[in-house]
Nanobody
Framework: QVQLVESGGRLVQAGDSLKLSCAAS????????MGWFRQAPSKEREFVAA????????FYADSVNGRFTVSRDNAKSTLYLQMNSLEVEDSAVYYC????????????????WGPGTQVTVSS
């Protein structure tokens, strides 16, 4: 099974930009469709974005559409999430996840998860 590790989370101000990375190892990265989820304190884990095996298809939650961009570099086995115009409501632990299903939005559809990286947006 693929192993995933996120990085790039930190404290930023509202309106700032931030790019998260997710490094994959242990299994061919290109075999998986990938997703980003986030979880704020006392809230359920929610879908943020997903991308197909070669990056040709992308999917976004309404709350981030137009502000966030998901991408991948299969040669580097790395998934990215570019986040622009960050809002306080974007504060959460961000997780990357791997799935055999394209465009899945439910956490139960993902087979492997990273430990998460904290993003905090201050006003």
């Amino acid at each position: 099974q693929v192993q995933l590790v996120e990085s790039g989370g930190r404290l930023v101000q509202a309106g700032d930009s931030l790019k998260l990375s997710c490094a994959a190892s242990g299994h061919p990265f290109s075999n998986y469709a990938m997703g980003w989820f986030r979880q704020a304190p006392s809230k359920e884990r929610e879908f943020v974005a997903a991308i197909g095996w070669s990056g040709e298809s992308t999917f976004y939650a309404d709350s981030v559409n137009g502000r966030f961009t998901v991408s991948r570099d299969n040669a580097k086995s790395t998934l990215y999430l570019q986040m622009n115009s960050l809002e306080v409501e974007d504060s959460a632990v961000y997780y990357c996840a791997a799935s055999v299903r394209l465009g899945a939005t439910m956490p139960s559809s993902y087979d492997a998860w990273g430990p998460g990286t904290q993003v905090t947006v201050s006003s």
